[in-house]
């Protein structure tokens, strides 16, 4: 059964700063990994979706990683704004055509003005 | 773009009544919808697979008795909370395909509460 942790759970930076978010996941057996980001009490904005033959995506400011063998996804945010304030999750699919997301319980981060 | 709706936004029923909760892929066909439900500080948790004139699948542990859904058009989605209880509170968020995919598009949520 697949396991994602994300590490930290919380964030707090001033605004400016180049953070990275951490995502590990316990079977590399992997369709494709999303990242997400949601708002409070909102649903989810699809961030980046990096296919499992891939290695980086960029989109911006972001840039997120992925090395299936080591079951680790990055999420790399450059200069930081106070609009970036959000809950940031990451989900990694199962292989074998199946698009099921397994969540984890997500990174929290406040950029501070 | 691809948008995902849901309605309704919030919802707060009485016990033991049943709670509809529509969701809508408005400018793409979504041939597979899913259904999440999320708890307070908890992850996005996998309900239930739907496709377009197919019975559901649900996910283990899922009722499917309680938690009725139905994909009738490719276009739209619901999920139905029979005799819905206070535990049954909760955030629900559906999500669609465009096309083959891989990536989802989500609704904006439906908080259901059950007094």
């Known amino acids: 059964k697949q396991e994602v942790t994300q590490i930290p759970a919380a964030l707090s930076v001033p605004e400016g700063e180049n953070l990275v978010l951490n995502c590990s996941f316990t079977?590399?057996?992997?369709?494709?990994l999303q990242w997400f980001r949601q708002d409070p009490g909102k649903g989810l904005t699809s961030l980046l979706l990096?296919?499992?033959?891939?290695r980086e995506q960029t989109s911006g400011r972001l840039n997120a990683s992925l090395d299936k063998s080591s079951g680790r996804s990055t999420l790399y945010i450059a200069a930081s704004q106070p609009g970036d304030s959000a809950t940031y999750l990451c989900a990694p699919s199962s292989q074998g055509g199946s698009e099921k997301l397994v969540f984890g319980k997500g990174t929290k981060l406040t950029v501070n003005p | 773009g691809a948008v995902v709706s849901q309605h309704p936004s919030r919802v707060i029923c009485k016990s033991g009544t049943s709670v509809k909760i529509e969701c809508r892929s408005l400018d793409f066909q979504a041939t597979t919808m899913f259904w999440y439900r999320q708890f307070p500080k908890q992850s996005l948790m996998l309900m239930a697979t739907s496709n377009e004139g197919s019975k559901a699948t649900y996910e283990q542990g899922v009722e499917k008795d309680k938690f009725l859904i139905n994909h009738a058009s490719l276009t739209l989605s619901t999920l139905t909370v029979t005799s819905a209880h206070p535990e049954d509170s909760s955030f629900y968020i559906c999500?669609?395909?465009?096309?083959?995919?891989?990536?989802?598009?989500f609704g904006p949520g439906t908080r259901l509460t059950v007094t």
């Open positions: 079977d590399s057996a992997i369709y494709n």
């Open positions: 990096i296919q499992s033959s891939q």
């Open positions: 999500s669609a395909i465009r096309d083959r995919g891989p990536e989802q598009y």
